[in-house]
Structure formats: C-alpha cells, structure tokens
C-alpha cells in the first residue's frame, strides 16, 4: 500500500504500554504516528487504581492536554463496574480492562474500509485471542517495544531500548519517592473527573 | 515461596520466558501491569522484550506511518 494512503487508530489494550512509556516520561510517542489514540475508560482507571501505577498522573494530565487526539472509549464493562463499586467499594473485576478492550474493539472502534487499528499492548497473548481469525488483516497487536521499534526506524527516536532503560530506571526511584501516594490521588481524582461524564 | 524462588519466577518473567498471567499464577496472586513493573524493581531487572516481533505487519505500519508524519510536519 502506498503510504499516502495508510490510515489507522491506535488502540491502547491495556495498562502495560500507558504504564511504561510514563515511567519513561515519554507518552509523547503515542502521538508521533500522528493517528488517534482510543484508550478504553477501564485501561485508563486501572493505570491511576493502585498507588505502584508509575507515571500515574503523567498519564491523567497527558489524556487531559490531548483531548483532540487521545480518546477514552466508553464501554458497558466500566460502567456496569463502577455500579457494582458504587455499592460495594471493595469490589473488585479480575477482568476488566480485558473485557473493555474487548468491548472497544468489537463495538467501540469503528474502521473503513481501508483503516487498520493498531493494537498497542503488553500482553500479545491476550491480543491475539481478543482478535477474531477474519479481523486479523485489519486489527494487528503490536508490543510497546515493538511500537518503539517502528518509532526507531523511522528516524522518529534515538532508541527504543533507552525507553525500557529509562521506564526501568523511573521505577526503581520511585520506590524511593514519598510524593507517589499524592501523586497517585491526583491522579485517579483527575481520570474519575474525566470519565464521569460519560457514565 | 522463598524470595530465591520468587527471584526466579521474576527473572523468568523479565527474560520473556513466561507471560504475565503465568507469573501471577506461580507466586498465588492477581498481577497486573503495575505489579510486575514494581517486582522487576524489587529485584533490580529488567522490563521483558518478548514476545515481540520486530519484522511484524504492525513495526511496518507504525514505521510508515510516523515516516510520513515527519516528513509532512
């Protein structure tokens, strides 16, 4: 295919890819293939839930500033469990930011003809069974270093083994970093803020 | 588990050898992306690589992609 003609979403499956390219204070590279990101409501809450989520509100503030790009799908999955939260806050789902990428990419994520969705995830495994056989030209997971890979050989980064390196590096601090918890609220206040709306 | 032998499921999960699930299966606990990430701190390791593809269908498409945005920006 020529490339004047490429057209694609990119498609955040899970929290590992958000998680990591935080950590490494470069969530700016999810822009550089210059398509929207959807990312569904549930990837997004558990990115923020736990106090460990790395780059936590890196994440919050960045889905913020670019709203014209990145974009939260709505999914039944997060809203019946926020339901379920709401009269019972211990409430836990195992499965749900599964179950809502694949809610997104069945219903959320609508293609043409020629458009493909890029699957951005750390778990192909789970990619690969979310992905039916007759969608498998037009949904194609890719891992986090791949994606980085891709980034790399376009001229468009140094290198993607300096972001594994550098995400690393950021979780080692911040075990050290006193300041996590606070950052950690900011951030879920600042998702539940943004996904409110929408439930 | 000792923390050898959970040393060593970590180091399995960092070289790629085994999957997410499959750690959180062997120390007996839900694992998410954030514990992972915080249990390669622990020990000092690094984030896994595999399973990847670098000649896949997506690194072509991503290449092409963020080639053309350079080029147009």
Not at chain 1, 2 to 28: C, F, H, R
Not at chain 1, 125 to 143: F, G, Y
Not at chain 2, 30 to 52: C, G, N, V
């Amino acid at each position: 295919m020529d490339d004047t003609e490429l057209t694609a979403k990119l498609l955040v499956m899970d929290t590992g890819p958000l998680i990591t390219l935080a950590a490494a204070d470069s969530l700016a590279y999810l822009l550089y293939p210059d398509v929207p990101v959807y990312i569904p409501d549930a990837v997004l809450y558990e990115a923020t839930v736990k106090s460990g989520a790395l780059g936590a509100e890196n994440i919050a503030l960045w889905v913020q500033e670019h709203s014209d790009l990145v974009r939260p799908i709505v999914t039944q999955a997060y809203v019946d469990f926020q339901v379920r939260k709401n009269t019972d806050p211990t409430y836990r789902k195992r499965d749900l930011g599964e179950q809502a990428a694949l809610e997104a990419i069945r219903y959320g994520l609508p293609l043409t003809k020629n458009e493909r969705a890029v699957l951005l995830t750390e778990d192909d495994a789970a990619a690969n069974v979310l992905v039916l056989p007759e969608d498998k030209e037009r949904l194609i997971p890719v891992m986090t270093f791949d994606f980085l890979t891709g980034l790399e050989r376009a001229g468009r980064i140094n290198s993607a083994e300096e972001v594994y390196r550098l995400a690393a590096d950021a979780g080692r601090h911040a075990s050290r970093n006193s300041a996590l918890k606070a950052q950690h609220e900011r951030a879920q206040a600042a998702i539940e803020k943004l996904l409110k709306p929408k439930i | 588990m000792t923390e050898i032998e959970e040393r060593q499921v970590v180091e399995a999960y960092s070289h790629g050898d085994i999957s997410r699930a499959e750690l959180g299966r062997r120390v007996g606990q839900d694992i998410d992306f954030a514990d992972a990430l915080l249990m390669l701190r622990r020990y000092h390791l690094p984030l896994p690589h595999r399973p990847s593809n670098p000649q896949s269908q997506g690194v072509e498409l991503i290449r092409q992609l963020a080639s053309r945005n350079a080029r147009h920006g």
